[in-house]
């Protein structure tokens, strides 16, 4: 069977000469494969998350995202991905572009058609709660090898470090952070540079991934965080990873919207066994 892919960098850096941003396979489907063919492929692709969709009666595509090792049920680099192979190369001229996944609906919005084109995902907003005593802070404290200044907790573990600095230099035990009982481990600090609000970076051994370049389902969290310490709701981010990512970020109505741009890395033909 002869399937098309896409690989498409998403959240990529603005004016950069550089390949940047989080590449994400996108595999446009008529029906669905089953569950261990999809799993197979995104091992195949050892790319963070690959993309699988189909589009159902009503225009909605229904989308699943699949890392090296499992299925998760929301990320955002990866949906970003998709929306530029549905808007920009199969042709869904659409202003909004409704989608469904596991964690309910969502929906990405072009924004612009000027190149890039900027599109703005609309998430579920995950508001972290404070992790209470230092046993776990101090634990994971010793594992990134720094302090730990907070510590929150939604869906994943989030670090708050000292400041920008403490975030780049931070080198963690992957083989202690895969025994930590969370999806993923995020820091996060107030950033330097006076136009960006804040930075992160993610962590997620357990989902057969160290560190991801960007991590949109991330900031569902990382933005209601920072909007109450920081005082707004509009905000600019930053993960700075190896290959660094930019996001535009605003929380309204308990939603999430993160806007990035997209680049069109490579294309070609996946031959999976009958």
Same mark, same amino acid.
């Given at each position: 069977?002869?399937?098309?892919?896409?690989?498409?960098?998403?959240?990529?850096?603005?004016?950069?000469?550089?390949?940047?941003?989080?590449?994400?396979?996108?595999?446009?489907?008529?029906?669905?494969?089953?569950?261990?063919?999809?799993?197979?492929?995104?091992?195949?692709?050892?790319?963070?998350?690959?993309?699988?969709?189909?589009?159902?009666?009503?225009?909605?595509?229904?989308?699943?995202? *699949?890392?090296?090792?499992? =299925?998760? @049920?929301?990320?955002?680099? /990866?949906?970003? !991905?998709? &929306?530029?192979?549905?808007?920009?190369?199969?042709?869904?001229?659409?202003?909004?572009?409704?989608?469904?996944?596991?964690?309910?609906?969502?929906?990405?919005?072009?924004?612009?058609?000027?190149?890039?084109?900027?599109?703005?995902?609309?998430?579920?907003?995950?508001?972290?709660?404070?992790?209470?005593?230092?046993?776990?802070?101090?634990?994971?404290?010793?594992?990134?090898?720094?302090?730990?200044?907070?510590?929150?907790?939604?869906?994943?573990?989030?670090?708050?470090?000292?400041?920008?600095?403490?975030?780049?230099?931070?080198?963690?035990? *992957?083989?202690?952070?895969? =025994?930590? @009982?969370?999806?993923?481990? /995020?820091?996060? !600090?107030? &950033?330097?540079?006076?136009?960006?609000?804040?930075?992160?970076?993610?962590?997620?051994?357990?989902?057969?991934?160290?560190?991801?370049?960007?991590?949109?389902?991330?900031?569902?969290?990382?933005?209601?965080?920072?909007?109450?310490?920081?005082?707004?709701?509009?905000?600019?981010?930053?993960?700075?990873?190896?290959?660094?990512?930019?996001?535009?970020?605003?929380?309204?109505?308990?939603?999430?919207?993160?806007?990035?741009?997209?680049?069109?890395?490579?294309?070609?033909?996946?031959?999976?066994?009958?």
């Amino acid at each position: 069977m002869d399937l098309p892919i896409f690989q498409i960098d998403a959240f990529t850096l603005k004016n950069s000469r550089s390949l940047s941003g989080n590449p994400a396979a996108v595999v446009p489907l008529d029906d669905w494969l089953d569950d261990r063919q999809m799993q197979e492929v995104a091992a195949e692709n050892n790319l963070s998350e690959t993309t699988f969709f189909v589009k159902q009666e009503d225009g909605t595509y229904h989308l699943r995202w *699949f890392t090296p090792t499992s =299925e998760v @049920d929301l990320c955002g680099h /990866a949906t970003l !991905a998709t &929306a530029h192979v549905i808007h920009q190369i199969l042709g869904d001229t659409r202003e909004q572009l409704p989608m469904t996944c596991q964690a309910g609906d969502i929906s990405v919005t072009v924004l612009s058609e000027k190149s890039p084109v900027r599109y703005c995902l609309e998430f579920p907003e995950r508001a972290p709660e404070a992790v209470t005593g230092k046993r776990l802070l101090n634990k994971v404290s010793k594992i990134l090898n720094t302090e730990v200044v907070e510590l929150m907790q939604s869906r994943d573990l989030i670090a708050i470090l000292k400041d920008e600095k403490a975030v780049q230099d931070c080198t963690p035990d *992957f083989a202690a952070l895969a =025994e930590l @009982d969370c999806f993923a481990l /995020a820091i996060t !600090a107030p &950033a330097q540079q006076g136009r960006i609000d804040f930075v992160s970076r993610f962590f997620a051994p357990q989902q057969g991934i160290n560190e991801d370049p960007v991590t949109g389902s991330s900031f569902c969290s990382l933005t209601p965080l920072w909007a109450e310490k920081l005082g707004k709701n509009r905000l600019q981010a930053r993960q700075i990873s190896q290959r660094g990512g930019q996001l535009s970020l605003d929380l309204k109505d308990s939603r999430v919207r993160i806007t990035g741009t997209t680049y069109h890395y490579m294309q070609g033909v996946i031959r999976i066994p009958d």
